[in-house]
């Protein structure tokens, strides 16, 4: 693995994006979304995690984020959205969704039937000031750009209304310069 996608300096702040498995559009309903809001309030409150831009996407999530450690907390996060992903999908008998998982799934995880998230979050550290703002804009002009919203702030999975001053979904970690 090249080092530019490995944590390798602890509480700096990293760019971060984990994609479902294939690209599976698995957050089109508030049931999915919250799961990740929920984890992510957690992983907040509980782990140490700092956050200071997000969205969930239908097939992806991106972060900027710091935490002593990082590695393990999106671990921990992914394993657990993964589980209750899964559970939700049963319980709502989404088959197709778990045919999918099931379908794509590494040959080589034998631990579940299933696989959600693809493997690795592609951390990249921010060690400059306008590439955080740049990534920040990244971050919240995606829906647009996918023509989900006409403004950034209208998608509600994302941090875009904490910058404007609007309270967002999760809230945010205070930059520190």
């Known amino acids: 693995m090249r080092t530019r996608y490995k944590i390798i300096e602890n509480e700096s702040i990293y760019f971060i994006t984990s994609t479902i498995i294939e690209w599976i559009p698995v957050f089109t309903k508030k049931e999915y979304f919250d799961i990740i809001v929920q984890s992510l309030c957690y992983c907040r409150q509980k782990k140490g995690l700092k956050l200071f831009a997000y969205i969930v996407m239908d097939n992806h999530i991106h972060l900027l984020a710091s935490a002593e450690n990082l590695s393990q907390i999106i671990k921990d996060f992914k394993s657990f959205t993964a589980r209750k992903i899964i559970e939700t999908a049963r319980a ?76 967002g979904c999760i809230k945010l970690d205070t930059i520190e310069t």
């Open 92 to 167: 709502e008998k989404r088959k197709w969704l778990l045919n999918q998982f099931e379908f794509y799934k590494k040959k080589y995880k034998k631990d579940s039937a299933y696989q959600v998230w693809q493997e690795g979050f592609h951390p990249q550290v921010i060690t400059k000031e306008y590439v955080l703002k740049q990534k920040i804009e990244y971050i919240h002009y995606n829906p647009v750009k996918r023509g989900l919203v006409k403004q950034e702030d209208h998608w509600i999975y994302s941090s875009a209304a904490n910058y404007i001053g609007d309270k």
